[in-house]
């Protein structure tokens, strides 16, 4: 069952009008929450960034945070999967194509939940491929839009090398994934560029540098140039659907040095351990404390 502007009912029977400016302009913003076992994964924070997004692009924000979590909870309700991703999207609304804003238009409002599937424990022992593209995005990366041509165009250049995704370099330093963060490991140290205009401040991003610094394991939130990520011991990708995932090659090199290039890092397996540990420990929680 899927949720639109006050409706319940089936996707196959859910449908908007052609004019709604998220389908004639890409006018809107969405957020993806992971839900493991019915409960919630760091709501409030994905609400947060929902409210700025909304910000960023000046739509009004159309439910109180309490009804947004009363629908998220009722969409998990709804849907039969055991651990499901609730995708929810806001649009400017439907109004005669006009790029400026139209006046007393109510917002789109679409929520659905899929069965979320992390990768599978031979995908992370294995790591993935990646290549690097260059990042022409626009310059406001850090509202999750619904235009995402970009960033198809971005991971469709990955899925043509026979790359699981693209990691983006603006002006010779590291941005982020076609679809996630990036994480660089020289030397020991856990390396990931500052939230700025040029990535999404990722709920999972947050979360490592979290656990990072609650497990002492040394960290630095800075400008990542090219040469380091090329030559990183360790890099990994991270997102609320992929968690902690190791990028094993890099434009077709094996990733890391010696013998073991081209083999995910002890660093990547200790840091899915902390976030596995991590996720638990919060849905063991009360339903208030996990929010
Ligand atoms: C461009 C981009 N960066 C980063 C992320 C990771 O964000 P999160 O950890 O909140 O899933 C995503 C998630 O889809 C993304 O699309």
Request: hydrophobic share 40%.
């Amino acid at each position: 069952m899927i949720y639109l502007n006050g409706e319940w009912k089936p996707i196959e029977q859910a449908t908007v009008p052609v004019l709604d400016r998220g389908f004639v302009f890409g006018d809107g913003v969405y957020e993806v929450i992971p839900c493991y076992s019915g409960h919630p994964f760091r709501l409030r924070e994905h609400l947060r960034r929902l409210q700025s997004s909304l910000d960023g692009v000046r739509i009004e924000n159309p439910c109180s945070t309490e009804r947004w979590e009363e629908l998220i909870r009722e969409v998990v309700k709804r849907n039969p999967f055991e651990d499901q991703y609730v995708y929810l999207q806001v649009t400017r609304g439907v109004a005669p194509r006009d790029h400026a804003f139209p006046k007393g238009v109510e917002p789109t409002v679409f929520m659905m939940s899929n069965p979320l599937t992390v990768p599978p424990p031979d995908q992370r022992e294995r790591g993935v491929a990646a290549v690097t593209v260059a990042d022409n995005r626009w310059l406001r990366c850090d509202i999750k839009s619904v235009s995402l041509l970009a960033n198809c165009l971005l991971r469709q250049s990955a899925v043509d090398a026979g790359a699981a995704e693209s990691v983006l370099l603006r002006d010779g330093f590291l941005t982020e994934g076609s679809a996630s963060n990036i994480f660089v490991i020289r030397s020991g140290v856990i390396i990931t560029p500052p939230k700025s205009n040029f990535i999404l401040p990722g709920i999972t991003y947050d979360v490592v540098i979290e656990l990072a610094r609650a497990n002492r394991l040394p960290l630095e939130i800075r400008p990542v140039s090219e040469a380091e990520v090329r030559d990183a011991d360790e890099l990994w990708l991270t997102s609320s659907t992929k968690e902690v995932l190791p990028i094993s090659t890099l434009d077709g090199k094996p990733v890391g040095h010696g013998t073991s290039a081209g083999k995910p890092g002890p660093m990547a397996a200790r840091m899915y351990q902390l976030y596995q540990d991590y996720k638990r420990t919060v849905m063991r929680a009360p339903a208030d404390a996990q929010a």
